[in-house]
Every structure is written in C-alpha cells, then in structure tokens.
C-alpha cells in the first residue's frame, strides 16, 4: 500500500482529528506514524501526516505503507468476541481526545477471560461501513444516502432505484459483496441509522478555528447483538488492558432484511456486468503496480477508475439474502421511478480516491474492501433444480446414496467467469455415487445466463481422497479454460472422463417431459459405459 507523503517503511500508531482547511472542499484525517529506522540525517522516528478521509478504507492502526523491505511484526494478538450489545459498552476518550468504546469481555476460545478492552469508534465504523471512498465521504454528507437511492419496498422483494448521477462507482454493483454491504447499510434499520449518525455527529460537534475546522469520530454503533467481531489486539503493561488495532472480520451479522433486493438503474447494461472477453468491466481499469496515492492532486473525472488493492474485510451475514442488478424500460418523470416501471434483470498509475473535477491531473482510485463470505449457497441450488431431480431419481431406481454439494468457482487472475452476468457467484454442483461398485463424480456447470452450454461431466474415480485433493485444482482449471471442463490427460492421475449433453430448455423442462426421461437413460448409459 502506498501514499505519496507518507515516509518509506511508515506504520501507523495512530488516527487523530477529521479536520479540512476552511477554503478547502475535502476532509482530511490527522494519521500518526512511526518511521522505520533509515540513515537519512533528518531521520524522524515519529510524526504526523495526513491523508484524505476518503482513503478510511486503508487506514487501520498498525499497517504499514510504502514498504521497500521486510520489517519485524509488531507483537500482537488475534482474538474473536461474541457482542452482546453495543449500547452497553462505555464511550471513553483516549489521551488524544478520540473516542472509544471500552467493555470487559472473554474470547470465544477462553483464551482472556474478562479482560478490559477499548475499540477506538472510528475502527468500528470502517469496518461496518468504509468499504470504499464513496461510502466514506458519503457519511460525513447529511442525507445523501437519501438523495441518490430511492427505496420502493415490495411484498416478496426491495428495489432500490440508483439516482443517474450517484457517485457509487457503477461496476462495483457487479460485486455480490458490495451489493450486500450497500443494500444492508441502506434498509438496515439499525445500520441506516448508524451511518446516519456519522453526519449528524459531524454537523454539531465539529469546531473551527480561523484557518481550519476539527472534528473527533463518534457514531451511534448498531447494537450487533450476536456478532462475532475478530480484530488485531496488543496489550498495554502500564495500564494493564487490551487496545484494538485492528478488526479484521465480523461473522453472524444481523440483519432485518429478508427479500431479495434489486438495485435498478436505466444506465446499467448487460456491459457494465460482464464482459466475455475477461477483461475488466465498468470502465475500470485493473490494479498494476499497486497504485501510489496521491492527496495532493484531484482526479478527472473523465478518467477509468482503477481499484485499489487493500486488504479485505471478511463479513459474514447471519440470514444472507439475494440481490441482483436490473435496468428500467421506461423512465418515470423528474427521474422519479414509476411504480409501473418495467424492470428488467441483467444477464448480471498514481490515483487520487477524492471527488474527481475535469480539471483533474491523475486517474481516479477506489477500494473494494469488503469479502462477502455469507452461507449463501441455497439461493444458488436452484439453479440446478432440473439436474438435481435427475439425479435423485436415479439414485432412488438404483438404490443409491448420491453425495451433492454445490461450490462457487473461484476467481483467478482477471477472468470474470467465476460470476454470472447478474454479477452473482458461478456455482458448479458435484455429486458422488457408487454405481455398480465404481465410485463416480458426476459435475454440472451453471449456464443460467447462456454464456455457452456446457455438458455434463462424468469422472470415474478409484479414490475419494485423491479426487477430494484435487478437487479445487479442478475448478481453477474450468474458469482457466474459459468453462471448458479439463483435458482427459490433466486428470489422468485421478480418473477416466465421459460428458453427455443435457436437454435444451432446461429451466422449463417438467419431469414428465420425454426429454427429461431420456437425460437419465444417457446418465445410466454413460456410467455403464465407464463401468
């Protein structure tokens, strides 16, 4: 991670002030840092700098920026709390005037049983909410959550209608995991309401002086009843308490929300979700060589946006829900939605990461900063509903106990075909079974969105262990060779392949269709082949 006026091998001791120089438009926060030894004569172990508020997405106490060499790790620990509720923690000061929220509480493993600990507000916050610049500036902007997305609840869903000039970057609603986070921050009740405190606390209680205005971080957090928050921690001897670096993941997040939620907007296109070349959509441009950031220049406006790699937030929701990308046919009047809307789904290198001017000098960054890893397989099953029936009623006529599990396809390198065009993750059902006392996988690939068929694959294995090693190589290898199943002679070490074609128009088949009845005599004859 690189900021231009931040010294080499620098790490941060400290986040200080939001404060902005009164003829000034962008909200700068004072940083501490530590500078690693160095043999320059005007060596200074510590000072403070400052970096735009808009970079909240990186900045956590302890990492280290523009390293050139390897530097010792800074002695900390890794715990993992459960919350009971977040209003019954105190609100302290540190010395420097930043709030805290300070409870006694015990790890999960019983590691630290009742210790003191003090969570700075501000760290919290980023992880609940500055997931990239938009959404960090945004929060200090009364009502602009309510300016740019109008919220038309339904009875089994929720669209979200994106203003045509709203300052979220447009391909990040191709992320699963930013779909989520932003859906839950806007009809959350308790997230909504802690966002939008951040601005109310920021209008009242910031103070000027002639030159400058300050402000110190505080929200209103939501109560988190029954997270488990997992966060860097280091240990204070002289006052003989615990100090949060660094939160790292929350699991069990609560939510209220339970429909599906579509965010519609006239300006997406089946482009802006996907593009079959693999490159990068949206007009973004991918991270090079780890982009420097530099606060003392504006973006332009009529640049790409490049993404800037920072490390990831893992976020678990406790009841996932789906969301999905959409377009308008017909646009309501004074850009107000109609309710009669058709609405139609989707097929789904220095920066500077401030508002962007066309009088900009450089490219324009943003973050992606959080990692979705919510249980959210089961909205993906259906997908493969027809082949799942096939195969249980086979397995019913034989006799036989099928194994089937669905798993997403990974991302590797810049290929976007680990997703569907509805931006939603590329799944691949396995099933295994015994058959005529051979063990077999079976293997169906999701082309809900028509991107190519694909047959279905057959893999005669002799043994489970080798192909449960393997079996992660072999999604690799499938968004590799761009959904093409792997070579014969890549699997030679693990079994003997066989495909057979699958019906046409699957997803409106019937069971009692003669079509559906001859793909599981193909299934039985092609396993009696490889018998």
Known sequence: MKIKNFPENSRITFLGSIFKENKQVNWN???GLENHYT?????????????????MPLLAKNRRFNQTKEIPLYNESIITIKIDDFKNWQITTSKSGQYLFSHIVSDLEETYKNIQIHLPHIELARVLFFHNAYLSRAALTQGKLTAEYYIVPEEHQTTIHVHEFCGFPSYQYDNVGMRRLLSWILLDTEARAS??????HFLSEQFRTKTQTFWNFIFAPPSLRGAEITMK????EKNEQYYVNEIIGIANLPTDISNEVIFCNPNFTVKNSYEKTGGSSGGRTSANDDPTIDDEKEADSDRKIIKIESPKIAMFLASPYETKKATLKRSGKKGIPNQNNDVEILPDHGVSTGETTIFGEIGRGEFENVQDESDDLEFFMKRFEAFKVMIEQFASQHRIQPIIHVHKLPAVNRSKLHRTHDGNPRCIIEVQLSFQSKKFVILEIDTSDNLKPLSTLIVKISDTDSWNSHFPTFRKQVVKRSLRWPT?????????????????NLAEMAESDEEFKNWRIRLEETLLSLS
């Open 29 to 31: 926060i004072n940083i």
């Open 39 to 55: 043999n320059s004569a005007d060596y200074q172990k510590y000072m403070i700098k400052h970096a735009r508020f808009s970079n």
């Open 195 to 200: 966002y939008e405190s951040i601005s109310k």
């Open 233 to 236: 921690v280091y240990f204070s």
């Open 488 to 504: 014969a002679k890549s699997l030679l070490d693990i079994g003997i392949r066989k495909t057979f074609n699958h019906p046409r």
